[in-house]
């Protein structure tokens, strides 16, 4: 099997990212972005997804989180397209419902090439700690734009925001991993009647 193991580099006026990547991991990450929320969020792709990330990023938190949180999307997003490479014998659909406690969400995606956001979530406040909700839409925007990704995204119960988030977050991570898993049946076929993704 090739390894999909990638690195990628974003460097703007605003944030410097650099993301290493292997699909095919165990889990194990490391995180340094100054957006302690977030690497705790990114932490449960990692762990659920059993991807190995690495995420550094400096960004101008002195301004906000919006440019760091949003260009990290914009990265890992880089990172899951250069990684999967033409997609060919992959599942390519995953889908994942997690609980936590009180709240519950589900999240589906499809490596269609096509991005595509849908993102039901209302947060039952506004900021979880100092971290504000709204910049976890323009995380996955960041990220659908540049995986080519259909990302369907919808909590479905919940009046914790932090378990909200991390429902979102772990559900995302068992999707991705379905999705992206070796289908045996269809070792060499890509996943698509077009004949590309």
Not at 52 to 63: F, K, P, T, W
Not at 99 to 117: H, N
Not at 141 to 162: P, R, S, Y
Request: no cysteine; net charge negative.
């Amino acid at each position: 099997m090739i390894q999909r193991i990638t690195e990628v580099e974003r460097n703007t006026l605003e944030t410097q990212i650099k993301i290493k990547l292997n699909l095919d991991g165990t889990g194990k990450a490391v995180f340094v972005t100054g957006v302690p929320f977030l690497d705790h969020m990114l932490d449960q792709i990692a762990r659920h997804g059993l991807i190995d990330m690495d995420v550094h990023a400096v960004g101008d938190l002195q301004i906000d989180a919006h440019h760091t949180v949003e260009d990290i999307g914009i990265t890992l997003g880089q990172a899951f397209a250069q990684a999967i490479g033409d997609k060919r014998g992959i599942y390519r659909y995953g889908h994942a419902y997690v609980p936590l406690d009180e709240a519950l969400s589900r999240v589906v995606i499809d490596f269609s090439g096509r991005p595509g956001l849908f993102y039901e979530v209302k947060y039952p406040k506004a900021m979880i700690g100092s971290f504000d909700v709204d910049l976890f839409r323009e995380f996955f925007q960041g990220f659908v734009n540049h995986a080519g990704v259909t990302l369907h995204i919808d909590n479905l119960k919940g009046v914790n925001a932090h378990h909200v988030a991390e429902t979102i977050f772990k559900a995302f991570g068992r999707a991705i991993r379905m999705a992206i898993t070796a289908d045996t049946r269809m070792a060499g076929i890509m996943p698509s009647t077009k004949g590309s993704l």
